[in-house]
C-alpha cells in the first residue's frame, strides 16, 4: 500500500512540475513579444504610410498649486513619413484640460476638449505635410474640479489622423490648494 501511495505522489509531482515549466513558457513567451515603449522614447502613430511622430509624448509638472492658475506643456510632433498627414481630431482625457494646434503662422486652432463636454470636439483637420512639425499645446486647469481635485493627476491628449491611427500624449502633475 506505502509503494501504491509513493508512486501516485511522484506522478502527480511530475505532472505538477510540467505544468509549471509549461505555463512559465507560454508566459514569458507572451511577456516578449509585447514590447512597451519607454515613456521618453520617440513614440508614433503606428502604420506604413503614417509617420506622426513626438520626441517627447511624457511630462510631469510636478507640484502645482491651485492659487497659481492654469499650468501648460508644448509638445512638438512632426510627420516624418514621404505622404502628408490630416491631423482629423485632437482630444482630452478630461475636462480640466484642453490642446491648441499652433499653426504654422503662429495661430492657435483649439481649444480641443474632452469629447461630450460641453458638446462636440470640434474636427481639427490640420494638414501636416511631408517633414512639417506642429506644437501641440496642452492647458490643465487645476481649479476645474475644486477642492476634490488635489492630489495627483495623471490626463491624456490624443492626435488621431484620418486613417484612424492615435498619439497619445500623457501629462501629471500633484495639485496642491
Avoid at 514621404?82 to 481630431?89: A, C, E, P, Y
Wanted: some cysteine.
Amino acid at each position: 500500500m506505502k509503494k501504491i501511495i509513493v508512486w501516485i505522489l511522484i506522478i502527480v509531482g511530475i505532472f505538477s512540475l510540467l505544468w509549471l515549466t509549461g505555463k512559465n513558457k507560454i508566459s514569458n513567451s507572451q511577456n516578449e513579444s509585447v514590447k512597451i515603449p519607454a515613456r521618453d522614447a520617440v513614440s508614433s502613430v503606428a502604420g506604413e504610410e503614417n509617420q506622426l511622430v513626438a520626441s517627447e509624448t511624457f511630462y510631469d509638472f510636478g507640484v502645482i498649486s491651485m492659487k497659481n492658475g492654469n499650468v501648460s506643456k508644448m509638445f512638438k510632433v512632426s510627420n516624418l513619413g514621404d505622404k502628408d498627414i490630416n491631423l482629423q481630431s485632437v482630444s482630452t482625457s478630461c475636462m480640466c484640460t484642453v490642446a491648441y494646434v499652433i499653426k504654422q503662422d503662429g495661430n492657435k486652432k483649439g481649444p480641443f476638449g474632452m469629447p461630450g463636454h460641453g458638446g462636440a470636439v470640434p474636427k481639427t483637420n490640420e494638414l501636416i505635410k511631408s517633414g512639417e512639425s506642429r506644437d501641440i499645446e496642452v492647458v490643465y486647469d487645476p481649479n476645474a474640479h475644486g477642492p476634490a481635485g488635489v492630489g495627483m493627476i495623471d490626463r491624456f491628449v490624443y492626435l488621431e489622423d484620418a486613417n484612424g491611427k492615435k498619439l497619445q500624449l500623457e501629462i501629471k502633475a500633484n495639485v496642491t490648494p
